[in-house]
């Protein structure tokens, strides 16, 4: 065949054609060898080709690719390497090109691309040693059985659950040999159907009776399919034994576990991983199922705790998410606000519930309903306080009014000392009489004190009623009308927004007047103002008395401005009680009184009634 009808061959040919002279050296090879092995014309003829061979296969591969004879054909296969790095596979076929003397003159030959089939064989091969290797070491026991139940394979698993010495006492028995009777026709039925339908079977569980009293509990899943020549049964087996009883275990302790929290006395609830109800107490149901549909115990295991109750704000869901990472989590004083704005409070202890592995198995959940509790604590604090805060004041009273009473009383002592009542009325008696009665009257002023100041005390027990503003202030201003007319005094009020309260009608005057009179007294040379005005707030009526008068510096005053017998101006007369009496009479009634004042600019006095 000369170079032209390779040429044209080389078109339509879709493996490697090559020519070599009578050394081997070649001399032509088509454009699919540069294809495959990415080496060009010119890079391959003479020894080119040579530089592609495996180096590994070079040696058997350049010995043995000549034939000798016309009727010989020499068959290689050989490993290269591309241009590219990549290891592909070929198959060459050489024949002798002979001359009309029987003399070998050149070769010409072809190569086939065989690495997918190369490829194929050593994953086939690789396959085969991997499932003979997984076959004999598998932790499950194998066996394979003719249709007629004749045993023809076993591993070293089935050898060991069987009890066997070897695989020769396996092999040959029927598989019915091993299957306590009782479970035999299960598993003939089982046995029938999956070979009339040509499917694997369903896991099975059935009692397997070995060698020398080798006794247990096998679990099998069987698999038809064809084993030289023949159609057979594949069995997996593994024992299930231990397992079993562990669940059974398992299963009777979550049995009891559920009743316990069925009949549990507080709010108890368990979950698994998916916060699907495992159990839950009857009380639990009754403080947290809110919807009309009644519901029971029953009807709420194994569904979902968040479809189940659709407002589970996402802050009780990441604590359930860090619980069943393993977290303990309690609060002993939480609180939620209902859709009626009712506030709740309660303690509650979410944790973890682990299985025998210590594998966690979901939530537990405990909470308790402490509102009342709470209310109670928070009663008795308000109480304490209040106890804490007459305590306090009863020392200081104590102590102010022994202090007030013992000066008045200390003159009496010695001015009777002084007193000859052998001589009559005279000018030195008519003296210290004239004391005496001094010490007297202040004896009385600090009795009076002590009177108003016990009767404040009482205020709780007064008999409240609706009582308009105007009204009380009309009182205020009979009693004042005099020193307002004396001075440059103007009055406004507004009590639109507000107009009453709920209070004891003489002591509203006594606030009133008070709080008037100071402004009276602590005016500046301008003109004065003092303006009332009225509103509501959501738990309080709110009453604001301002002046223009002379104010008051409240970083200095602070809070001795309430206190008995505080006095802060020397060039005013006074004892010190209005301020306080008005804070007490307010604060006994459940209201509070605040001030805004500014040195020469004026006060303004805050007070909140209390609202029933």
Known sequence: MNLEALSIIDKVSPIVIFKADKEGKCIYINQKWTEISGYSFEESIGDGWISAVHPEDKTRTLSGWKPKTASQVSITEYRIITKHG?????????????????????????????????????????????????????????????????????NKRAIELLGARSEKEILGKSTKNFIHPDDQPGIAARFKQIVSTNQRGEPYTFRINGFRNNRFLGESIAVPFHWKEKKVVLLVIRDVTEERENLEKVADSEKRLKQFIQYAPVAVAMFDKNMNYVGCSHKWLKDWWKKEEEVSIDDVIGKNHYDLFSDVSNYWKKVHQRVLKGAYEVNEEDFFVDEKGKTHWLRWEARPWRRKDDDIGGVIIFTEFITERKKAENDLKVVADQLLESNQELQQFAY?????????????????????????????????????????????????????????????????????????????????????????????????????????????????????????????????????????????????????????????????????????????????????????????????????????????????????
């Open 86 to 154: 990549d290891i592909k596979w070929l198959v060459t076929r050489v024949a002798a090109e002979i001359s009309e003397n029987d003399q070998v003159i050149g070769y010409i030959g072809s190569a086939t691309d065989i690495t997918e089939r190369k490829l194929a064989e050593h994953s086939l091969q690789a396959s085969e040693e991997m499932n003979r290797k997984l076959v004999e070491n598998s932790p499950n026991a194998i066996v394979i059985q003719e249709l007629d139940t004749t045993i023809v394979f076993v």
């Open 400 to 612: 102010i009014t022994s202090h007030n009473l013992r000066a008045p009383i200390v003159n009496l002592d010695t001015l009777l000392g002084f007193y000859d009542p052998k001589i009559g009325y005279n000018e030195d008696n008519a003296q210290v009489f004239d004391k005496i009665i001094k010490s007297v009257d202040q004896l009385k002023s600090s009795l009076n004190d002590l009177i108003q100041l016990v009767d404040i005390r009482e205020t709780k027990s007064l008999r409240t009623r609706e009582i308009n503003f105007m009204d009380s202030l009309n009182q205020v201003l009979r009693a004042v009308e005099t020193q307002i007319n004396t001075g440059d005094t103007e009055l406004t009020f507004n009590f639109d927004k507000a107009p009453s309260v709920t209070f004891e009608a003489s002591v509203l005057e006594s606030i009133l007047q008070n709080l008037i009179t100071n402004a009276l007294k602590y005016r500046r040379a301008a003109p004065l103002h003092i303006n009332l005005y009225s509103y509501n707030s959501e738990e309080y009526v709110v009453l604001k008395i301002s002046d223009n008068g002379i104010g008051m510096d409240l970083d200095v005053v602070g809070t001795k401005l309430f206190g008995m017998y505080q006095r802060f101006n020397d060039t005013k007369e006074g004892k010190g009680l209005g301020l306080y009496i008005v804070k007490s009479q307010i604060e006994s009634m459940g209201g509070k009184i605040e001030v805004e004042s500014t040195p020469n600019e004026g006060s303004t006095f805050i007070i909140y009634f209390k609202k029933n």
